[in-house]
C-alpha cells in the first residue's frame, strides 16, 4: 500500500522559515511534488523533484525562497521554505505520480498518490 506522510507545518512569523518533509513508502518514484490549499483556492504547484537526477522546478512564487531536495535512501522529500510571508499560508501536499518517467510534473491532475497534508501558518 502506497502512503505518502507529511511533517513539519506549523505556525511561524512573517520572515520565517520551516522545512516540511514527506516519508513515502509501498514504491519508488521517479519525481515527487509539493502542493500547497489555501482555503477558498485552487491547489497551487509549489515545487517538483526528480530523484534520480535532482532537477528540480518552481513557480515564480516561491523561486529563490523554496528549496525542494531528496534523500533516495530514505524515500524522502523535503521542502526547505525561506521568506514566509502570510501568502504562504495553506494546506501543504506531498504527491507523487504512478508512471516512472522523466517528466516532472506540475499539474496537480498528473499525480496519482497524495499525503493528507500538514498546515502552515504564518502570521503577520
Known amino acids: 500500500q502506497v502512503q505518502l506522510a507529511e511533517s513539519g507545518g506549523g505556525l511561524v512569523q512573517a520572515g520565517g522559515s520551516l522545512r516540511l518533509s514527506c516519508a513515502a513508502s509501498g514504491r519508488t518514484f521517479s519525481s515527487m511534488g509539493w502542493f500547497r490549499q489555501a482555503p477558498g483556492k485552487e491547489r497551487e504547484f509549489v515545487a517538483a523533484i526528480k530523484l534520480i537526477g535532482g532537477n528540480t522546478y518552481y513557480p515564480d512564487s516561491v523561486k529563490g525562497r523554496f528549496t525542494i531536495s531528496r534523500d533516495n535512501a530514505k524515500n524522502t522529500v523535503y521542502l526547505q521554505m525561506n521568506s514566509l510571508n502570510p501568502e504562504d499560508t495553506a494546506l501543504y501536499y506531498c504527491?507523487?505520480?504512478?508512471?516512472?518517467?522523466?517528466?516532472?510534473?506540475?499539474?496537480?491532475?498528473?499525480?496519482?498518490?497524495w499525503g493528507q497534508g500538514t498546515q502552515v501558518t504564518v502570521s503577520s
Open positions: 504527491a507523487a505520480p504512478r508512471l516512472f518517467n522523466t517528466i516532472i510534473y506540475t499539474r496537480a491532475g498528473s499525480y496519482d498518490y
